[in-house]
Antibody, heavy 120, light 107 residues
Framework: QVQLQESGPGLVKPSETLSLTCSVSGGSISNYDWSWVRQPPGKGLEFIGYMSNGGSTAYSPSLKSRVTMSVDTSKNQFSLNLTSVTAADTAFYYC??????????????WGQGTLVTVSS | DIQMTQSPSSLSASVGDRVTITCRASQSIGNYLNWYQQKPGKAPNLLIYAASSLQSGVPSRFSGSGSGTDFTLTIGSLQPEDFATYYCQQSYSHPRSFGGGTKVEIK
């Protein structure tokens, strides 16, 4: 059974960089696409971006200038960096596996989520 | 970008009721539409992919239909464990986008 676990600081200061890691167990990270989704407390889901198993990326236009995603296959981990954060970036951050097959693309496994608060 | 609009944003229903949630895309997305269920404090869980395909392990009372711009998620007979928030999501183009959610509450 595939399991995902987010880790990283729960508190980040304004203007600094938010860095999160998603550790994947129960399967290789190499054969799939991986994504980050966030959810401000009490609000809806927002797609941040994804990285394909080929290394290409696609980021939300609203976040593109501040987002970087990477994969470390040796550690079976997937990472998110979001620079110049503000209070508007306070949210639960989820990593998720994006299944891709037969032209279909959907989030089939999710981490439990981690709350990141931006505050001084 | 494709905008996804769900309606209603919330609804109250009783156990045993038939519940229908709609999702409309701002342009045609074929059948590239997925549905997720999210319970409080939990991650979303995939229910339906490709508009009408039931994810493994999901009860058969859940069904999806539609294509193009208009889609529906139906819960055939609402169970106590179905009280949650439901989201549609398009996978036709980037950025992948979600609807605003429909919260299903106990009447």
């Amino acid at each position: 059974q595939v399991q995902l676990q987010e880790s990283g600081p729960g508190l980040v200061k304004p203007s600094e960089t938010l860095s999160l890691t998603c550790s994947v167990s129960g399967g290789s990270i190499s054969n799939y696409d991986w994504s980050w989704v966030r959810q401000p407390p009490g609000k809806g889901l927002e797609f941040i971006g994804y990285m394909s198993n080929g290394g290409s990326t696609a980021y939300s236009p609203s976040l593109k200038s501040r987002v970087t995603m990477s994969v470390d296959t040796s550690k079976n981990q997937f990472s998110l960096n979001l620079t110049s954060v503000t209070a508007a970036d306070t949210a639960f951050y989820y990593c998720a596996r994006l299944y891709y097959g037969s032209g279909l693309h959907y989030f089939d496994y999710w981490g439990q989520g981690t709350l990141v608060t931006v505050s001084s | 970008d494709i905008q996804m609009t769900q309606s209603p944003s919330s609804l109250s229903a009783s156990v045993g009721d038939r519940v229908t949630i709609t999702c409309r895309a701002s342009q045609s997305i074929g059948n590239y539409l997925n549905w997720y269920q999210q319970k409080p404090g939990k991650a979303p869980n995939l229910l339906i992919y490709a508009a009408s395909s039931l994810q493994s392990g999901v009860p058969s009372r859940f069904s999806g239909s539609g294509s193009g711009t208009d889609f529906t998620l139906t819960i055939g007979s609402l169970q106590p464990e179905d009280f949650a928030t439901y989201y549609c999501q398009q996978s036709y183009s980037h950025p992948r986008s979600f609807g605003g959610g429909t919260k299903v509450e106990i009447k």
